[in-house]
């Protein structure tokens, strides 16, 4: 059975800056699903900040395996609702792909708990971003640096908590870098951080760029069924052993059976 | 110079119930401020609920190096704008010990970005905890294991993201097991999460326990001075290094001098 | 194409105990090579420390994904350039799954680094391993807790470095506790470390213990093609970019093509 | 009491090379020992390949907070039993700094357990390290990125287990990258890696770059008493609580009271 992901795209600057639309005439979006429907191992549909709940209703989450998350200028009209529900499918274990300026998207912030700041320069310089380890599933089949001609520059610090592994590192033509693809751990979920992808350079029309997301894809695909009591915290009122010497002072205004939050 | 503590309590227990009240007649947080005080590296003030801005203040926060927090049944009543003023100063290096049912605390759930669950079960049976880096700066003078001969028991899963370190688990009496002494960093900041601590046992006025704790305040206090501008996003308009080859496209609806959120 | 494992057995103790060759006629790798060809996705074959090379030649080794280490008695007879020959597969990618009393089997140190010390007691008391992340891969289709009737005590501290992941905790009915599955990356090559197992209690049968060792078999094979020259350290000398400012005092005394090692 | 630390040189290319030899006509080992003696809060001596024991005998690594390793051409004539007692010494609390090509040393890749490859190029272009967390104490008092004119290049792939904290990360004028500033923890020591010092350029002359050796050296030291057993496994006889159900088969072919090795 394929990986279903769901590509979530912003979907505002195609609409109205002119670079944008010609490199992406049909949207941001529909260029990177295009490039994971390549794929046998994957099957992605698009959803979009306009939608009703932003295309991202409990049952689309439900039946995503990967949430693929590119927003940049309208980070403050996602829903508190939607990245409620995004959190928790994540924590389930979704997998969640967070692409270039989704660095400031709410529901980064939310899961990584930082700042989530770096430094920006937008000249179009030459970026370069080398393979750390070379063993990882998400540079399978890739050289171990890539070049792309023009992009946004962002550059360190970069404020996120200790990545699990730091799979990429830019190099930038100004004289940055960046620990541009970077994986996490959240609950049952496992979420990649990539950094390119400036929405008026064709980023996402270069191979490598493509192949760097579908095993990104792969990577992030739940390992089994969801952990649908994720946010429970269950009163465990039959302990495995026999308690000998209880306190009778334990206290009546209990929390029920959720706990007190 | 000393460590300026802040010890936060939510002192709603200590007046609603008897037995609280008895064990703690001061409050939970005179009890852990008095333990803290009585180590020459430490100066600790205590900071409450009910006080405006729950005692947070811009002005407090700003000279507190390390902040404990203890609250339980009233997490929900804490304001959204000082858990945002606490994650900023954690950011920018206050260090940060979450106590016993602070699990649930909202700066806890904000900085960790998890579920923050657990199971637990309220009998009063006996906990064991256990160091696993006899080494580390939290556990020094401390033996091997400590027996509380009666606790709320806390158990795995523990929805956290993988702690930097885990340097005590739990063992409880009724078969369960728990991470109770992680450490984790954020931005600058360092935090402690320390299981013990149900109020309606005598926890806090255990020599050990109280150890733990200056030891942890003292690890989590910051290098240096606070880094101030955690949140920003600057343009590094100015590289370092020539561009030879900028790109024309770089658009004009620009993000401003801190990025777009 | 299926995994291919090896399972590697010091087979010393089922040739001079009673018990240990009563519950295991086979050996102990038998017993576990049986287990994991259960699983369609998985080819075991058994390795032992009487065959030449101790059953591990290159050959061997280039055809294992996975390779599983049990070892006690003997740990000192595994000759060490079999070991650096292990050490390298990890690192090029294949996947290590260090069982029980392996903690202090040469490759496991090698690849740590730390004393891989522990306490332990043998009266075979009741063990219960409590899984910590339910969306782990390794314990998929497995219950929140496993209870071992008998087995052989390990306590914490448990001397290694800060896992990746700890996936298991274990309740011992004497009082310890102990991390019992954890996960760590060296090199392209994931490692799972999975305590119970002692040679004279019929561990190895249990059908939960089986499917761990199975899932953890699936998740340690490599993402991709072996990083073959993993301890290379090659002078790039042909820079990407154009080097402006060289300095002459570049000494001549060089390493040559692998560095000084 | 100052931190004790033993600054350790190969000294060998200061006595075959006339650049090394007029840069550091003392040695490095001197110039790293006089940077880190303006400190109040350290006191520096040396030690070296050529001494008994090269320096390092059991009394001055007793005697020893933090050790200093700079190491080049001669790793492979660093005897084994120093590198045991350095091992020891860095489990039981000890902290080490390693400089450099010291990445090849043998002490770096027994506490590491991986390849410690990198890609290199000796033609003295410009190096720029970033800070990627301004809150460490490694980073204080520095500013957000350091020049250095001419160094020797290291590149990514960097083969090392992932760091707890990757504090550095370098630019080279060539194109690559390289993760200069890393932090591990083994046993109760700390280690950072810290990758310029290439002999042939003046680099631990720079005033920032003295100043993170003082403030890592700092940072590395003990939190308290060593760890003297650390690499001890003892038989636990005597359980903290009753077990009620021993099996009788506990096998008597016991290790002993260090478990089999």
Not at 143 to 153: D, W
Request: with cysteine; charged share 20%.
């Amino acid at each position: 059975m394929p990986i279903r992901v769901t590509v979530w795209g912003e979907n505002v600057h195609e609409h109205k800056n002119a670079t944008v639309a010609r490199i992406y005439p049909t949207g941001m979006h529909t260029c990177i699903a295009d490039a994971l429907n390549q794929d046998a191992r994957l099957v992605a549909r698009t959803a979009t900040l306009d939608q009703p709940e932003h295309g991202l209703t409990k049952e689309v989450l439900d039946q995503t395996d990967v949430l693929t998350w590119w927003g940049h200028c309208a980070h403050g009209k996602v829903d508190d609702a939607i990245v409620d529900r995004v959190q928790e499918r994540v924590l389930q274990g979704m997998g969640l792909i967070v692409l270039h300026s989704g660095h400031f998207a709410k529901i980064f912030k939310r899961l990584l708990g930082t700042s989530c700041a770096l430094t920006w320069r937008e000249v179009g310089e030459r970026e370069r971003l080398w393979v750390c380890n070379p063993g990882h599933p998400i540079v399978q089949g890739l050289p171990r640096s890539i070049t792309i001609p023009n992009e946004e520059m962002y550059g360190e610090p970069f404020g996120i908590p200790n990545p699990d592994e730091v799979v990429l590192v830019s190099w930038f033509e100004g004289g940055e870098v960046f620990r541009s693809g970077c994986t996490f751990t959240r609950g049952a979920g496992k979420i990649f951080y990539f950094r390119p992808g400036h929405e008026t350079y064709p980023t996402y029309h270069i191979p490598e760029i493509q192949q760097i997301i579908r095993n990104a894809v792969a990577w992030a695909a739940p390992a089994g069924a969801a952990w649908r009591d994720v946010l429970n915290a269950p009163n465990a009122k039959n302990p495995p052993e026999t308690i000998r010497t209880p306190d009778p002072n334990a206290h009546g205004e209990s929390a029920g059976g959720g706990g007190f939050r």
